[in-house]
């Protein structure tokens, strides 16, 4: 401890001297200064003894004389008594006095009258005049003392009458009264030489403590502007020193703390002397409380800020405590009218914060809470705007309302915004804080009836960012690494399915489509394994040990750019996938026979109705997912809105699902309303998926197999090129040799076949193998082609409303001779009937798999590759649930984002997958009818 700081028994307030605690104090009730002698000095916090001839006065804050001791008159900056030879005062307590009668005891129709002298005597007497009287240049007045100016100039020989104060020619010298500079403020004018004066005092002296925080109040008026004339006389007081490093020097100093050292911001920000641990579970309360102060110094004690003491937007209890509440976002702005504010209990009240805490000793300790007002002028101009904090001039006082400072009586000043600031300490430092930091923001408003103003209260947490950013680097470049590798495998399987031999732009191109889309499969796993991670350690954990970044932080900023870029990615490779599956090759392989020959035109002539019909089962299925998207957009708003899963997002320690509408509700994280929205999107998606593997598509419809199966006993098979040189083959040749039969006939092939009296369906002999991948060699291609160009070109002289079907007989025929050399080709083919193309069934490796490549060159035979029974529906929406389920929930995410309304989110994503869908079936419609030589009007 700094030598000069005594303290005498346990105070309200003592200091804590420890080489790591310097700005806590051990806190006792005012009740400890209790003896005689002791008072509650609140200028220093602490508990002082009076000198002397002195008693504790009955406001307890001060010292007054005892009753056969006289105070000097001259001497308000310093009580001074001097015993009287008499034992007698005048009642003002200023003169010793004699007196007529024996005891000075007057009747009740009499005044006890005082005669002064210039000498500093008086004579008490008992007359029927109601006052007390001042006897001045020897002629008695009717002026009451002390505040008499007449004896103050009628002694000595230059003194200074102000403020109802009188100050001697002695007094006016060594206090430098004089030079004391004229402000522009009219309140500051009237009252700072009288503050001033009565403060001064020596070290060792006993300071009007009233004084000093007049003087104190009349700087924070002018903003502790370093020109204000206040706040000058101040630095003055402080022996022109303007700051104080910390508690010990101003305890030392004994004035008003308003300036901290400007060097040591960095100490005073991050001071680690808070060693309470504070908990998410139960709740903890941040005790705050505020030392009050009148503005012409007079002490109000001390208070608890709980029920919105500070507060301009008053509500009820529950809500306003909320403030204090460990770990609550809390946020309040309200619309004031001014006419209000100037009566309040607030005006003209000046406010010093002091955390309260338990010490790991079981000490209660109180530690200051600096203030940094934003209006703040320095001598580089505003300095506490700046993010650099090394710049930022922290204060220690402040008030709400302020009705007396400003020239204009038509204007007041007010605390437009305030905002605390908690920082966690690091994790290594569980439950632990920095010291509050208090942001205030003053504005002036006009006193004009009907004026109204606006005010906000925050209270805002903050937690080092630094390993959740360092967390999301790594993830961003390892998953970013992996993506384009993972890009460079897909080009390069697309341009061996593209049949290219070489690297060439179109693979280059692919390669920057496949690297958007993991680039947005990356953004989205990254964002939601952040929010998510995020989510369950805040509302999990009971001890403080993280907090979520702010909305306007710059953590929710990237949160927010990966995800818009997330979105834009997916929906460029969403659009895409829609414009290649749209726009494949595709023809139906009917392999019925005539029954019989009527006539040689007649030979080729079977029913085209099975192809209709595989054709329109084909296009019902382009567009179906594995999820039901209508009921997996309404279970997600069910548990988001009905059950209240929303209110895990909710900027508090509370897992309340359904918290009392009494109490207060924060505002909602943007971080953690995505993972707990994707986490039940992610939820609901699984349990679908689960449900339809599992159940509905064993036990009650599987569409894919439902197709396989359609095309095995329609007898039609599907052949299909997605690229140059791949594609899928759906053998839906019927083991039964024919399709085009009644239902007594269908029936008995159907149980022929349940009793296993005939071969399986597969292509192979002995295989239940019906979908295969196809990689086919260029000459096939080619014959393709050759085949197929012609036929197009016929379809493409068409009028647009008719599909396939030519009404020139001559076109007409010519489309259908070239549908027949493509079926003999196909036909063929798969019987192995060309010489010079052939094709070998083999199973698909398990790298394939993982990588989705071929290994085989492909150059002189096809490859029929055996994979999954669906793996064609990698061309239909079927086979890209992960594509479309991550563009729903980034275009979900997105639209909640911007309106916070999960709702308005569902709404917009179910109408957004409809119009995909609507887009998905008209080109692939035309497509189909294209292809197929189908007439569009009967593709339903």
């Keep these: 401890m700094k030598s000069g700081i005594i303290c005498i028994i346990p105070v309200f307030v003592t200091w804590i001297m420890t080489t790591d605690a310097q700005n806590s104090f051990e806190e006792v009730l005012p009740s400890s200064c209790t003896t005689q002698s002791l008072y509650f000095d609140f200028g220093t916090l602490s508990c002082r003894n009076c000198s002397t001839g002195q008693q504790v006065d009955t406001s307890g804050y001060s010292c007054s004389c005892q009753s056969t001791y006289a105070q000097n008159v001259q001497s308000p900056r310093r009580l001074q008594c001097t015993l009287c030879p008499s034992g007698l005062t005048t009642p003002d307590g200023y003169f010793c006095a004699t007196c007529s009668s024996v005891s000075c005891s007057c009747a009740a ?47 000595g020989t230059s003194p200074i009458y102000t403020g109802g104060l009188c100050f001697n020619d002695t007094l006016v010298a060594s206090l430098r009264l004089a030079s004391v500079p004229t402000s522009t403020n009219a309140y500051v004018n009237e009252n700072l030489v009288a503050a001033y004066g009565a403060c001064m005092a020596d070290k060792a002296g006993i300071k009007n403590q009233t004084a000093c925080a007049s003087l104190a109040n009349m700087c924070v008026m002018e903003q502790y502007s370093l020109d204000a004339s206040s706040c000058i006389q101040y630095q003055a007081a402080n022996d022109d020193e303007l700051d104080f490093a910390d508690a010990v020097e101003w305890r030392e100093g004994r004035l008003p703390w308003l300036y901290y050292e400007i060097a040591l911001n960095d100490d005073i920000l991050l001071d680690d002397t808070i060693t309470e641990v504070y908990n998410f579970s139960p709740d903890t309360v941040l005790d705050l409380v505020v030392a009050q102060y009148r503005a012409n110094g007079t002490f109000l004690g001390m208070a608890s800020v709980q029920n919105g003491l500070i507060q301009l937007c008053q509500d009820k209890s529950t809500v306003s405590n909320a403030a204090y509440e460990f770990g609550t976002e809390f946020a309040s702005s309200c619309t004031l009218s001014v006419s209000d504010l100037l009566v309040s209990d607030v005006a003209d009240t000046y406010y010093s914060m002091y955390l309260r805490y338990i010490s790991t000793a079981g000490s209660t300790l109180l530690h200051p809470v600096p203030v940094l007002v934003s209006n703040y002028e320095g001598d580089t101009g505003t300095v506490n705007q700046e993010s650099d904090t090394s710049e930022w001039q922290l204060v220690s006082r402040f008030f709400l309302v302020d009705t007396l400072s400003l020239n204009s009586a038509s204007q007041i000043q007010y605390a437009y915004y305030l905002q605390l600031d908690i920082e966690l300490k690091p994790a290594t430092s569980t439950g632990s804080i920095y010291p509050p930091l208090l942001h205030v923001t003053y504005q002036t408003a006009s006193t004009d009836a009907g004026t109204t103003v606006e005010a906000i209260f925050n209270v805002h947490y903050i937690a080092s960012t630094f390993d959740q950013r360092e967390g999301l680097k790594i993830s961003m470049s390892i998953l970013g690494v992996l993506a384009v590798l993972y890009a460079a495998v897909e080009a390069s399987g697309w341009r061996r399915r593209q049949g290219l031999p070489f690297i060439e732009f179109n693979t280059i191109v692919h390669f920057v489509i496949y690297t958007i889309s993991n680039a947005a499969n990356m953004f989205f796993v990254v964002m939601f394994g952040y929010t998510f991670v995020l989510l369950f350690y805040f509302k999990g954990q009971m001890i403080a040990t993280t907090y979520v970044p702010a909305n306007n932080s710059y953590e929710t900023y990237l949160f927010f750019v990966f995800i818009c870029c997330g979105f834009v990615f997916k929906a460029i490779s969403v659009i895409i996938m829609i414009f290649k599956q749209s726009f494949v090759d595709i023809f139906f392989l009917d392999w019925e026979r005539p029954r019989s020959q009527q006539a040689a035109g007649d030979a080729d002539k079977i029913s085209i109705w099975r192809t209709y019909f595989i054709a329109n089962e084909w296009n019902e299925i382009q567009t179906s997912r594995k999820v039901n998207t209508t009921l997996q957009l309404f279970i997600v708003v069910f548990f988001l809105e009905i059950v209240n899963f929303k209110n895990f997002a909710l900027l508090n320690a509370s ?28 939820v609901v998606e699984l349990l679908q998926l689960i449900y339809f593997k599992l159940i509905h598509e064993r036990f009650i419809s599987d569409r894919m197999r439902d197709f396989v199966d359609l095309c095995s006993v329609s007898n039609v098979s599907v052949f299909i090129l997605s690229q140059q040189a791949y594609g899928y083959y759906i053998h839906g040749r019927s083991i039964h040799g024919k399709a085009d039969t009644d239902m007594s006939e269908m029936n008995v092939m159907m149980k022929r076949e349940e009793e296993d009296l005939v071969p399986r369906r597969g292509l192979e002999t002995g295989s239940d193998k019906q979908v295969f991948e196809l990689l086919i060699p260029p000459k096939m291609r080619v014959q393709y082609d050759k085949i197929y160009e012609p036929l197009q070109q016929q379809i493409r002289s068409q009028p647009q409303g008719n599909g396939g079907m030519g009404r020139d007989t001559n076109v007409m025929n010519d489309q259908m001779r070239a549908y027949g050399v493509m079926k003999k080709f196909l036909t063929s083919f798969l019987d192995h009937g060309l010489k010079d193309l052939d094709y070998r069934v083999r199973e698909k490796l398990f790298l394939e798999k993982i990588l989705g490549i071929e290994f085989q060159d492909s150059t002189e035979e096809a490859f029929f590759t055996i994979g999954d029974d669906n793996s064609f529906a990698d061309i239909l929406f079927y086979g890209n649930e992960f594509a479309l389920f991550l563009f729903d929930v980034l275009l979900f995410s997105l639209v909640d984002y911007g309106s916070e309304n999960f709702l308005l989110a569902a709404v917009l994503t179910y109408l957004v997958g409809m119009l995909l869908r609507l887009v998905r079936n008209q080109l692939s419609r035309h497509n189909l009818a294209k292809k197929t030589l189908i007439d569009k009007r009967f593709l339903i």
């Design 655 to 682: 897992t309340e699902l359904n918290p009392s509408s009494d109490i207060y509700t924060p505002a909602y994280s943007d971080l953690l309303r995505f993972g707990v929205s994707m986490s039940v999107f992610i």
């Design 109 to 155: 129709t009499e005044s006890l009258t005082v005669a002064y002298s210039a000498l500093g005597t008086a004579t008490m007497s008992c007359t029927s005049c109601s006052e007390t009287y001042l006897a001045g240049t020897g002629s008695q007045s009717c002026n009451p003392c002390p505040d008499c100016e007449s004896v103050c100039t009628a002694s």
